[in-house]
Each structure stands twice: as C-alpha cells, then as structure tokens.
C-alpha cells in the first residue's frame, strides 16, 4: 500500500496521504478503526486563494477535526464513514 485515503465529511471530498518509510504518514493497517500519524493538513482553494484548510488527526476509527480547521465541523470528532 503506497497511499491511505478516506472521505472527509467536512470538506465534502476525500482525502489521501502517503504512505513511505521515510517521509510519508504511519498507517496502522486497521481497516474497521483505522490510526494514523501524523496530522493531516488539507486545503481547498479558489484561483489560488485558500478557501478551507482541513486539519484532522484519524484515531481508532474516528476524524478528530482539530480547532485550526477552518469549517463547520471544527473541533468536533466524527465517525470515518465505511468505503
């Protein structure tokens, strides 16, 4: 598996990382609850212009939307919806 991703309902689209020895995110391989490390910061923009950021940690199953996230679901813990 060289990436990891994951539907992200705050920003109404998915998400991936990846996933290397060296310089990627550490995945735990749980598919039912899955953690992952470090952080992860996603953006959405317009003509350049940052319109969202997403900053989210995934932790036993569940989107810990983090209080620097820029949408309605900040700071909030959701359930990740099954693929």
């Known amino acids: 598996?060289?990436?990891?991703?994951?539907?992200?309902?705050?920003?109404?689209?998915?998400?991936?990382v990846p996933l290397h020895?060296?310089?990627?995110?550490i995945f735990d391989g749980s598919p039912e609850a899955p953690t992952l490390h470090p952080t992860v910061i996603a953006t959405s923009s317009r003509r350049g212009v940052v319109e969202v950021t997403c900053h989210s940690r995934i932790r036993a199953g569940q989107i810990e939307y983090l209080p620097t996230s820029s949408h309605a679901l900040a700071g909030q813990t959701v359930a990740m919806e099954p693929a």
């Open 21 to 25: 020895a060296t310089d990627g995110w």
């Open 1 to 16: 598996m060289r990436h990891v991703g994951w539907w992200c309902p705050a920003c109404a689209r998915p998400h991936e």
